[in-house]
């Protein structure tokens, strides 16, 4: 009797190639309702990144105003999207392409390609800004009193016509008199807010006039000096700004050993709402002040905040950013999360050009010192 063969042709219901074919095509369906999701989520979130700018962080609800402070995560998550959509060729590609063009016009404040090696003509003065962080906050921890003789030994090096410096801080008068003496600083001007601690100007240029703003509310402040530079008066303001006042290493540390994430995060958010608002009303003082200035005005120092934000926009308009017209690499300028944060700037007169910014990474403080060349 022949011997008969059996085959399996048929597999119960869910299970076989059919069944892993079903699983992996809900798989799919559930990635693309996901990246959708994210996609649509993101563009909102730029969105509301570009339009903060505009509004004074007072009018703001709590959760839009920090929108703009996120705007460089924002970005990132948006370009991550665009990425895998265009990747897995999903139309929803476009929406993220579209929401990621208007960055075009930020890219050069955080990032740039090319440096204007002309040098020009006429006698172009070179202008320093350095947050010292009182001469405490090196980033290799060094003690205060050599490291303010590396700050010092580095300013020589760098030969600036003027320095503004923020948190300045000196051991005795005898110190602050002697600061620099190696250079043709013999015009100055030091205004604190406690003693021998606050912002400095010095110049080889004359200062033919001086004055100090402090913010109601806050202990920044920012000081003023008219300069004689060969016949033609410039004013230079030096800012401190409001700052956040907060330590993401101390915060995470927080969060680890209690485990209270939501009430340490809600913490973290009003104090940024905080400072905000006192930087928008330390803006407004400040262009206020500007605008009974009968000279040509530089606006340098540490504004605490980022390009995408109501502080920069504000103090930049009829100026120009000296990063922006004579940059290279990465703009940023505070030493912790390097390089998403840019917060310390030289922002110029129209009439005015720059050439050879810089921005060196040296470990006297938690931030960076910025330069440029200044011609007219």
Not at 231 to 252: A, E, K, M, P, W
Request: include cysteine.
């Amino acid at each position: 009797m022949p011997r008969v063969r059996k085959y399996n042709y048929l597999t119960e219901p869910g299970k076989g190639k059919s069944g892993k074919k079903s699983r992996r095509q809900g798989h799919l369906l559930i990635g693309d309702v996901l990246l959708k999701l994210f996609a649509i989520l993101g563009a909102i979130a730029l969105m509301l990144s570009y339009v903060s700018v505009y509004l004074k962080p007072s009018e703001l609800s709590s959760v839009l105003m920090f929108f703009g402070l996120y705007f460089i995560p924002i970005l990132f998550f948006n370009l991550i999207i665009f990425i895998i959509a265009l990747i897995r060729l999903r139309f929803i590609a476009l929406l993220s392409f579209i929401v990621l063009l208007p960055t075009l016009f930020y890219a050069d404040l955080f990032v740039k390609f090319g440096k204007n090696e002309e040098i020009p003509e006429g006698q172009p003065f070179k202008i320093l800004t350095y947050n010292v962080g009182k001469m405490e906050l090196s980033l290799d921890k060094t003690a205060k009193d050599p490291n303010t003789v590396r700050v010092e030994e580095f300013l020589k090096e760098e030969k600036p016509d003027i320095v503004c410096i923020q948190e300045f801080s000196a051991q005795s008068e005898e110190a602050y008199a002697s600061y620099l003496a190696g250079l043709p600083y013999r015009h100055h001007y030091f205004a604190s807010t406690r003693p021998l601690y606050g912002n400095v100007i010095f110049s080889k240029y004359p200062i033919v006039d001086t004055g100090r703003m402090t913010f109601e509310g806050g202990t920044n402040m920012c000081i003023w000096a008219d300069l004689d530079i060969d016949g033609r008066i410039l004013r230079v303001y030096n800012c401190h700004l409001q700052s956040n006042s907060i330590s993401f290493t101390n915060l995470i540390q927080r969060m680890a050993s209690k485990g209270e994430i939501k009430s340490e995060v809600r913490q973290v958010h009003e104090k940024l709402r905080g400072s905000n608002t006192l930087r928008a009303q330390q803006v407004e003082d400040i262009l206020a002040h500007c605008g009974t200035c009968p000279h040509p005005l530089v606006i340098c120092g540490d504004f605490n905040d980022t390009p995408v934000s109501h502080t920069y926009h504000k103090l930049r308009q009829g100026r120009k950013d000296s990063f922006a017209e004579a940059g290279k690499g990465f703009g940023a300028s505070y030493a912790y999360l390097w390089p998403l944060l840019r917060i310390d700037y030289i922002l110029l007169p129209k009439d005015y050009s720059a050439y050879q910014n810089e921005i060196k990474r040296v470990k006297f403080s938690d931030h960076y010192p910025v330069s440029t060349y200044i011609y007219r």
